[in-house]
């Protein structure tokens, strides 16, 4: 059973100092960091959202002290084992500059969870509908200041390879800003979360939602995250990215 509400937020998760030495790691590996061209994201590690080709699986998964911190302290708020995949790669990193552009706050569902191409690492696997026990997209704060994260709570259901019913408003995926081309929109009030450094945003549910607007100030600011992925099987937590 799934021990989550759809969103649950685990304020210090990280110290402040795990959260400073994770940010000299990530900024002494700028040379590796990678802009995605759709959203003016930077990424740091490999992620399959960013990297849906073969490459994918031959690309070194960046080596972490942080990442591996985070398996700890996940195994130790879940109670249970954690590991990491063989093939499937571990969490990583994302950097949004400030000041550059409003792209990466666009709308969107976490649905690449359900595309992974787990029957690498699980031999028995056919699809995603009822094979895992549990499932968690999670996102650790590591930068300072204010952070945000808006979603549509109505628009909430469990991840899975079946499509079914209509959205809402399927204006609103992929939607950078708030002006929906669609006259009958329903989507009207988003909610917003707030986190500070070292807080952790768990979701258990499919939801629309997006980096918070209001975190795009202007400033020379970077917001930097950890970013991951965690499924359960046979009571054992894997996370990927």
């Not at 985070?70 to 130790?76: G, N």
């Not at 595309?115 to 699980?122: M, T």
């Not at 209001?214 to 965690?230: C, P, S, V, W």
Request: hydrophobic content about 35%; glycine content about 4%.
């Amino acid at each position: 059973m799934n021990r989550y509400t759809m969103l649950e937020l685990i304020k210090n998760f990280f110290t402040e100092e795990e959260c400073a030495d994770a940010l000299k790691e990530i900024n002494l590996s700028q040379p590796l960091w990678k802009k995605c061209v759709d959203t003016d994201m930077y990424v740091l590690g490999n992620s399959f959202l960013r990297n849906q080709t073969q490459e994918y699986f031959n690309k070194h998964t960046v080596d972490s002290a942080t990442v591996e911190l985070f398996r700890k302290k996940i195994s130790s708020l879940f109670q249970q084992e954690v590991k990491f995949c063989q093939t499937l790669s571990r969490p990583g990193f994302q950097i949004i500059k400030r000041n550059e552009s409003n792209k990466p706050c666009v709308w969107h569902y976490d649905t690449i969870l359900v595309r992974f191409p787990y029957n690498r690492d699980f031999l028995d696997y056919e699809n995603f509908d009822n094979y895992f026990e549990n499932y968690y997209v999670f996102g650790l704060m590591l930068s300072t200041g204010l952070s945000s994260f808006d979603y549509f709570p109505e628009t909430q259901s469990n991840f899975s390879s079946i499509k079914s019913g209509t959205p809402l408003c399927e204006n609103h995926h992929d939607l950078v800003g708030d002006e929906c081309g669609n006259p009958n929109c329903k989507l009207i009030k988003f909610n917003t979360v707030e986190y500070t450094q070292g807080s952790l945003l768990i979701q258990s549910k499919k939801i629309l939602h997006r980096v918070g607007i209001k975190d795009i100030d202007g400033t020379k600011e970077q917001r930097m995250t950890l970013q991951a992925y965690g499924v359960v099987k046979n009571d054992i937590m894997y996370l990927i990215w």
